[in-house]
């Protein structure tokens, strides 16, 4: 059984950091991209960084370049947010997801597996 165990949120002031983790288990981690989501109240879901496990490659998202940071362990499975200068608009439930790494891609556009959410709150 795949699972993905997302943790690391918590309440931080504007300027703080953050750092999450997300734990893979029943799945061959080499093989896979792992992602981080994020939803807020009332919006969309927005995709915030992605990297590929099998090539080390990575993507964050424009609007938290330079704040944002991902990495991954791969002898232990997980995968790692630091978030750096962090705003109220950061404020988020985070989630991390699974999908299969493609050729063509860093990141793929279909994500298998997801894990439970962790709250991020940045207080103003």
């Known amino acids: 059984e795949v699972q993905l165990q997302a943790s690391g949120g918590g309440l931080v002031q504007t300027g703080g950091s953050l750092r999450l983790s997300c734990a893979a288990s029943g799945l061959t981690f080499d093989d896979y991209a792992i992602a981080w989501f994020r939803q807020a109240p009332g919006k969309e879901r927005e995709g915030v960084s992605c990297i590929n496990n099998h090539d080390g490659r990575s993507y964050v998202a424009d609007s938290m370049k330079g704040r944002f940071t991902i990495s991954s362990d791969n002898a232990k499975n997980t995968v790692y947010l630091q978030m750096n200068s962090l705003k109220p608009e950061d404020t988020a439930v985070y989630h991390c997801?699974?999908?299969?790494?493609?050729?063509?891609?860093?990141?793929?556009?279909?994500?298998?597996?997801w894990g439970q959410g962790t709250q991020v709150t940045v207080s103003s």
């Open positions: 997801a699974a999908g299969p790494v493609i050729p063509t891609a860093l990141c793929p556009g279909k994500w298998d597996y």
